[in-house]
């Protein structure tokens, strides 16, 4: 059973930059044709994608956030890692990490991050 655990700050100061962890457990990121991913939801919206790095290392981000947004991985760690910069309290939200597998999506529970001052 494929599992994951989102991790990073609870709060970031406005302008400092945003790290989030995700940390895979039960498969390995680098599983032929799965797809790792962000989503956000704000308070009185519905779910954003953030962006998506594939099992080749490919990414691809929301245009609304390419400019600031950065997905990585780390194999030896079976991790993925969104970095998002000059964050404002617009970015306030519940964070979620989730994988894709020919249709099948496996979730991360989702951590809270707030923005402000």
């Known amino acids: 059973q494929v599992q994951l655990q989102e991790s990073g700050p609870g709060l970031v100061k406005p302008s400092q930059p945003l790290s989030l962890t995700c940390t895979v457990s039960?498969?390995?990121?680098?599983?032929?044709?799965?797809?790792w991913s962000w989503i956000r939801q704000s308070p009185g919206k519905g779910l954003e994608w953030v962006g998506t790095?594939?099992?080749?290392?490919?990414?691809y981000y929301s245009p609304s956030l390419e400019s600031r947004t950065s997905i990585s991985r780390d194999t030896s760690k079976n991790q993925f890692t969104l970095q998002l910069t000059s964050v404002t309290p617009e970015d306030t939200a519940v964070y979620y990490c989730y994988g894709t597998l020919f249709g099948v999506n496996y979730w991360g529970q989702g951590t809270q991050v707030t923005v402000s001052s």
């Open positions: 790095i594939g099992y080749r290392g490919d990414t």
């Open positions: 039960g498969g390995s990121i680098l599983t032929n044709s799965i797809y």
